[in-house]
């Protein structure tokens, strides 16, 4: 199971994250949010990254070319557009840059269409990001097959395994449910939460119709010089898949 902490807003997080087996680290750069950062900042955090971890910049309805930009400055792995972007600006960013999450609100009807998208990753989130909202999970069942799925919005320690159980994605993102105070991690939430959520996954990977559409993305492997590659391939199990 990939797990992308997001949100991180100081080297101290960042780091934790990575000690408590996080493979990805999500960036903000949406105007108004409690946790947005500068790409000066993030630059100096990544900088202090282990090989081997992904890291995303978070932008809401941002110029393609500002995305780009920020991306390639602070040397980050991809970008997670997390507004209403349309298609054609989602496609002149995924042209530039080696990996790039799409966000959808779980109720969304554009997500139908996403299989055949540009997107490498499509995340489902509650209509109000950030916010901690938990929304109805069986609104995930309807998602075409095909899509390397992660699910977002209100997951927390408690219930990150029934979701995970129920939705069966490819990964999961979290920031408010694994925090003190917004932008301030905690250190238990944060074991809690990764712990559960690998063993979860780890359980659906035992089923073997899953294997396919679960295994992890090997930064390895990626063809574009992403480096690293997810926690999980490092694990006991079914090889990474490489994503083209």
Known sequence: MFVKICGITNEEDALLSVAMGADALGFIFA?????????????????RIPPGIATFGVFRNERPERVVEIVQ?????????????PITEVQWVRARLSFVIQAFAAHDRGIAAAAAGP?????????????????DWSLAEGIPGGLRLMLAGGLNPENIAA?????????VDVATGVESAPGRKDARKLRRFISSAKEAGD??????????TLRPYDWDLDGE????????????????????
Not at 119 to 135: E, K, M, N
């Open 119 to 135: 997107a490498d990753v499509v995340l489902i989130d509650s209509p109000a990001p950030g916010t901690g909202q938990v929304f």
């Open 203 to 212: 359980a659906l990977l035992a089923e073997p119709q899953n294997v396919e």
């Open 163 to 171: 979701a995970i159980a129920q939705v069966r994605p490819w990964g």
């Open 225 to 244: 010089g992403n480096p690293g590659q997810s926690r999980d391939a490092e694990r006991p199990g079914p090889p990474s898949l490489r994503i083209v």
């Open 31 to 47: 105007a108004g949010s409690p946790r947005l950062m500068s790409s000066e900042h993030v630059r100096d955090i990544i900088k």
């Open 73 to 85: 400055r602070c040397g980050l792995s991809g970008a997670q557009l997390h507004g209403h972007e």
